[in-house]
């Protein structure tokens, strides 16, 4: 995918997320992220928003601490993220390809880091927001999803703060379904590495023969939201404590 259609999907699901907190009310509990309710959720996505906007429309070249979060609810809360999520659309249309400023992961550009970064940023908590209207939360189209699993596993998963780590040489395997498209993922005492293939090349997706523990299966748009442990995973073969360790280790931190 290209910035201009992670800016597209930044668009459409900053708008989708406002309308499921309108409709559900900032006071609902938001069941993905547990203790939160949608105020929370406004709070926390508005202020990363607002935060991932100063560093493009600044060219601000070194990492800063996101501002306060707003003491705002109900009505005037939701008005706030809309404005702001606005404001970052805006921002990435419109600044120059080669704006040089701060960004934390791997990509041709900081643009194309922070457009891509916030689409998914983004869609994640869509689906949260969906989730207090007490529904099943809906996943991105496939094509984003592929992307969105490329960023966890390929980018963010390979830094040394990915506390995803065993005692000794595992391998985990990601296969979409509706897609063909397979990573394995390395696991071991150090960060894991991940490679990518676009079709299963053998009986364990490019894994030695006998040598895969775990396969975490199925539509690309479901396994996104359980990788970032929003719903359940699909379905899992093989040993379950590694999916079990991915459950309990894979959160991210920002920067």
Not at 74 to 95: C, I, K, N, Q, S
Not at 101 to 113: I, N, R
Not at 237 to 243: E, I
């Amino acid at each position: 995918m290209d910035t201009a259609e992670h800016v597209r999907t930044l668009d459409e699901e900053g708008r989708l997320l406002a309308a499921s907190a309108r409709e559900a009310g900032t006071d609902a509990e938001v069941p993905t992220c547990p203790g939160w309710r949608v105020r929370d959720l406004l709070r926390h996505t508005g202020t990363v928003h607002r935060w991932a906007t100063g560093f493009v429309a600044d060219g601000h070249p070194v990492p800063r601490a996101p501002g306060a979060e707003p003491e705002l609810d109900d009505e005037p809360l939701v008005a706030w993220f809309e404005e702001g999520h606005r404001r970052l659309v805006d921002t990435l249309r419109t600044a120059p390809a080669d704006v040089a400023c701060w960004s934390f992961l791997p990509a041709p550009s900081p643009l194309a880091f922070w457009a891509r970064r916030q689409a998914h940023e983004t869609t994640v908590h869509r689906a949260d927001a969906q989730s207090a209207l007490g529904v099943t939360p809906t996943g991105p189209s496939a094509a984003l999803a592929v992307d969105g699993i490329d960023e966890l596993l390929l980018a963010f998963h390979a830094r040394p703060r990915s506390r995803v780590r065993t005692d000794r040489p595992r391998v985990l395997r990601v296969r979409a379904t509706d897609t063909e498209v397979v990573w394995t993922v390395r696991l071991s005492p150090e960060p894991p590495v991940t490679t990518r293939t676009a079709t299963l090349t053998g009986p364990h997706g490019g894994a030695e023969r006998g040598s895969l523990d775990c396969e975490i299966a199925g539509p690309a748009s479901q396994l996104y939201l359980s990788l970032w442990n929003r719903v359940p995973f699909p379905s899992v073969t093989g040993d379950p404590s590694l999916a079990a360790l991915w459950r309990d280790n894979s959160g991210i931190v920002m920067g």
